[in-house]
């Protein structure tokens, strides 16, 4: 049988505590669907690996019915009123508990499975079945989801009434947004069954969907019937194209088809995704910080608001702004890049509609309100970084305070930005590391090894097996591919380098074989590590912008980019080995410290799409340090 042993990561586990302790509809589908995606995800990998003798237990896990039929009447409670508590919790939420017993124990198994490993697809779907995803209605494309009942209900009044609907999800944003399109076409009565979910796998192939899931899809539909791919805003459309491609081919009776997303609905009729239906995504009435922050005609907000309003909006939020000072919103500064974003709009954008559907990026402008006048006088200022809406923002905002004093006291949640205030004292502790006494040394290092404890700790996706590795090789090489073609010259790292200084295979879960949410994709840069006087800070450390990574991962990283010399390295060593009883990270970590360059090269191709003759003479000087340093760790 599948192992029922195996406990649930403590990340999902704090993430039904925090519904459980909501208790309101909308959290309540918020946990119910994220658990959906990770059973689904675990099922169809499963259902790729043979059964025994290779693995224990049976080919498949139980049908996903009962839980999208829940996700369904909690999208409809959600609609109704999102705040409202939610009827039968308790059981509702044991259901989605069991479901991610379910998904832990296959996925525990799948992970010690050569076969599983072997292929690339199955190896695909148990990365997404393991990893911890918000989706983009509460990320970085955010959105009211509980409108998307209302919208689809408009929808379908507009169509023909005898033409049925299937549902769709796809997964990750389909799988929260898809149950109001069911509990719509439910209630119109023209749902053509219940609704499924589809797992899009990219390969050097393309997109490959899963055949059990494939195999689920009704072998006969209603004539007329529309086929409803619901998913997250897309980019270029090119993954609902592939997907209306395959089901086309699959599903008998030359369906039609149309794309679902907050707010718009596109034909996909044609060679491209055409836009056919916008509405606004998010609700009408008092503006979220995120509604005001959005510049005027940049399309990454509606803009409609001032920066008083924008200061009057985070006061009532929380935020301990004093009375009778005047606020300034400016850019949030780092290394690089000088500014991210733009600043706040300080005036109402025109022809806007309050709530319009523009994209709605939080991520890209992090900012703080400065006080007017001398410095020192009106109060701190405050950092404003958008961790994320909904269940999974409060979830995230609280595992950041149970890491104790990594961040300064006062930090507030508001409006799904964690706001810190500003500790003028603040130094880069790559810089004040040489200053510090030897006994301050030890303790800010010692400081650091626990961060890492309690991140592995409260952010543990899963425990894989010796068996689960990746490429770290491949994937800088890659990244340093496009870093090359992007700056249009030679980096000082080539193959010769690549081969003597990064493996070619390195364990997903580290030596300790434990997987857990890491924020090194966005939060690795050296200026994340801060000293205020002698305490430390980080920054950047949250769950919705990361990626899983590993112990060893997280010291590479911080070896590299704070260039500790020998007699840190030594403290340091000591301090990790205090935290796991051995050495085996930190020296793993060592042989792996090339790694750290991938982190770099990614931002750099991130936040630079059109390089400037400057730029790109600072990333070839920092990645020279950076593979100078590693070179003289060997």
């Known amino acids: 049988m599948i ?4 406990a649930l990561p403590a990340l999902h586990r704090a993430f039904v505590d925090t519904a459980r302790r909501d208790g309101s509809a909308a959290a309540l589908h918020a946990c119910a669907c994220f658990a959906e995606q990770s059973f689904s995800d675990a099922a169809a990998a499963r259902a790729r690996v043979p059964g025994p003798p290779n693995l224990p237990g049976p080919p498949n896990l139980p049908d996903p019915w009962e839980l999208r039929a829940l996700c369904t009447e909690l999208a409809r409670e959600t609609a109704a009123a999102p705040g409202a508590p939610a009827r039968d919790a308790d059981t509702r939420l044991r259901t989605v508990e069991r479901a991610l017993h379910l998904a832990t124990g296959a996925v525990h198994d799948l992970w ?4 599983a ?6 190896a695909a779907l148990l990365r997404h079945a393991t990893d911890w995803k918000t989706p983009e209605c509460h990320g970085y494309d955010l959105a009211d989801p509980e409108l998307c009942l209302d919208r689809a209900a408009e929808w379908l009044t507009g169509t023909d009434p005898a033409r049925p609907v299937l549902v769709v999800a796809v997964r990750t944003g389909g799988s929260y947004l898809a149950p109001f399109w069911q509990a719509a076409a439910e209630d119109a009565g023209r749902a053509a069954g219940p609704w499924h979910s589809l797992r899009p796998v990219r390969g050097t192939d393309g997109i490959t969907l899963p055949a059990a899931e494939l195999a689920a899809l009704p072998q006969v539909l209603p004539p007329g019937t529309t086929v409803v791919l619901v998913d997250d805003q897309p980019d270029t459309g090119a ?28 034909d996909l009729a044609g060679p ?6 916008e509405r606004p995504p998010v609700r009408t009435g008092e503006p979220r910080l995120w509604q005001l922050t959005g510049p005027a005609g940049t399309g990454d907000g509606p803009g409609t608001g001032s920066t008083d309003r924008l200061v009057e909006r985070a006061r009532r939020t929380g935020v301990p702004l004093r009375d009778g000072t005047a606020y300034r919103a400016e850019p949030f500064r ?11 709009a300080a005036t109402p954008a025109t022809g806007a509609e309050e709530g319009a559907p523009r994209r709605i990026d939080p991520r890209r402008r992090p900012f703080t309100l400065m006080p007017v006048g001398t410095a020192g006088h009106g109060g701190p200022a405050y950092h404003f970084r958008f961790i994320g809406t909904g ?3 409060l979830h995230c905002a609280r595992t950041l305070r149970a890491m104790g004093g990594l961040l300064p006291a006062g930090t507030v949640f508001a409006d799904g930005y964690l706001v810190t205030p500003h500790e003028p004292d603040l130094r880069p502790l790559r810089e004040a590391l040489p200053a510090l006494t030897g006994a301050e040394r030890r303790r800010v290092l010692d ?12 952010g543990e996706l899963g425990r894989p097996g010796p068996q689960a590795v990746y490429d770290p090789r491949e994937r800088l090489a890659t990244a340093l591919r496009r870093l090359r073609d992007r700056t249009g010259r030679p980096l000082p790292v080539d193959a010769n380098w690549l081969a003597r200084r990064v493996p070619d295979r390195a364990p997903v879960g580290g030596t300790g074989g434990v997987l857990f949410r890491t924020p090194l994709p966005y939060g690795h840069a050296h200026w994340h590590w801060q000293l205020a006087g002698t305490e430390l800070r980080r920054f950047g450390l949250d769950w919705i912008w990361g990626g899983g990574g590993c112990l060893e991962s997280e010291i590479a990283s911080f070896l590299v980019e704070n260039r500790l010399d020998g007699p840190a390295r030594d403290l340091l060593r000591e301090a990790v080995a205090g935290t796991t009883g051995d050495t085996r990270a930190f020296d793993a970590a060592q042989g792996l410290a090339g790694e750290a360059l991938h982190w770099n090269a990614k931002t750099w191709l991130r936040r630079h799409p059109e390089p400037t003759a400057r730029t790109a003479d600072l990333i070839a000087a920092e990645l020279e340090a950076q593979a100078a340093y590693v070179a003289d760790l060997a």
Do not use: K, M, N
């Not at 490993?117 to 199955?122: A, I, M, N, Q």
């Not at 491209?272 to 239906?277: C, E, G, H, I």
């Open 117 to 122: 490993h072997r292929d690339p697809v199955t």
């Open 447 to 458: 400081e650091v090894a626990r961060s890492w404890q309690r991140l592995g700790e409260l």
């Open 272 to 277: 491209a995704v055409r836009l056919t239906v």
């Open 239 to 266: 993954t609902a194209l592939a997907v209306r491609d395959r089901l086309a081919a699959l599903l008998p009776g030359a369906p039609g088809f149309v794309l679902a997303a907050p707010g718009r609905i596109y």
């Open 391 to 393: 269940t999974h923002g």
């Open 3 to 6: 192992t029922s042993d195996v």
């Open 112 to 115: 010690r499975s050569a076969d």
């Open 334 to 344: 780092g290394t690089f890049t000088t500014v991210y974003g733009t600043p706040p």
